[in-house]
């Protein structure tokens, strides 16, 4: 079985409780059930994690250069920020799917750059978590 790592930023910890009129009340565990159920659905596993530090995303993005076929990421705030991810990014050489819960195009204009989407192979926002599903689905097409 192939590894597909799913990777989420800042405050991502806090869904479902966090302005859920904006992010809806679905927790990180649901997305993270749902991701699961998808990928052993085509075969796949998952390695899913949360960290509100910078440096432990780039760890395991990483990591996932060894030991995964895609990279599915969530880099909330650090989409508009963080030059560090998106290299690390860059470094990765299978397919990578950014997520983003909320269509960042449509909320406040500091959102609308995401680094990230530069290297990114594949870009979903606005779904809910439904995007994960998604994600998953996609760069495991996309790493045949």
């Avoid at 989420?8 to 479902?16: D, E, H, S």
Wanted: proline share 3%.
């Amino acid at each position: 079985m192939a590894l597909i790592s799913i990777l989420n930023g800042p405050n991502l910890n806090l869904l479902g409780q966090r302005e859920p009129e904006i992010y809806g009340h679905d927790t990180l565990d649901d997305a993270k059930r749902l991701c699961s159920g998808r990928a052993a659905a085509i075969g796949h596993e998952i390695f899913f994690a949360q960290s509100n530090a910078e440096h432990v995303l780039i760890d395991w993005i990483h990591e996932a250069r060894v030991r995964s076929v895609a990279i599915v990421i969530n880099p909330g705030a650090y989409s508009h920020t963080s030059i560090a991810i998106r290299d690390a990014l860059a470094a990765f050489d299978g397919p990578i799917a950014e997520v983003h819960i909320t269509n960042i195009h449509a909320r406040e204009s500091f959102r609308h750059h995401s680094h990230v989407s530069a290297v990114a192979d594949m870009v979903i926002c606005g779904c809910g978590i439904a995007g994960y599903g998604f994600a998953v689905e996609a760069v495991a097409a996309a790493n045949r």
